[in-house]
């Protein structure tokens, strides 16, 4: 059974950094791209940073060079290196395949504070 699991998050000031984490239980993990989500109060689940299995990467236009995603394939373990935090980050953070992805893990909550 696939399971996904994110933890990292927090609060943190504007300005601050976090580092999240996905574990995932997937069978040939180091061949997907992996990607991570956010959600954010009354708004669409939105793809914020992806990451190939040969290791490129591509980033929604409000997080670049802000945000890096890498991973460790012999943890199947994907990351998402967030700096420069802004308020409009505050959103729960998930992680999933970018293509045909699987169940939602619960996600780990990032709150950014002006």
């Known amino acids: 059974q696939v399971q996904l699991v994110e933890s990292g998050g927090g609060l943190v000031q504007a300005g601050g950094s976090l580092r999240l984490s996905c574990a995932a239980s997937?069978?040939?993990?180091?061949?997907?791209?992996m990607a991570w989500y956010r959600q954010a109060p009354g708004k669409q689940r939105e793809m914020v940073a992806r990451i190939s299995s040969g290791g490129t990467t591509n980033y929604t236009d409000s997080v670049k060079d802000r945000f890096t995603i890498s991973r460790d394939n012999r943890k199947n373990t994907v990351y998402l290196q967030m700096n420069s935090l802004k308020p409009e980050d505050t959103a729960v953070y998930y992680c999933?395949?970018?293509?045909?992805?699987?169940?939602w893990g619960q996600g780990t909550q990032v709150t950014v504070s002006s």
């Open positions: 997937i069978s040939a993990f180091s061949s997907y791209t």
């Open positions: 999933n395949k970018f293509f045909a992805q699987t169940s």
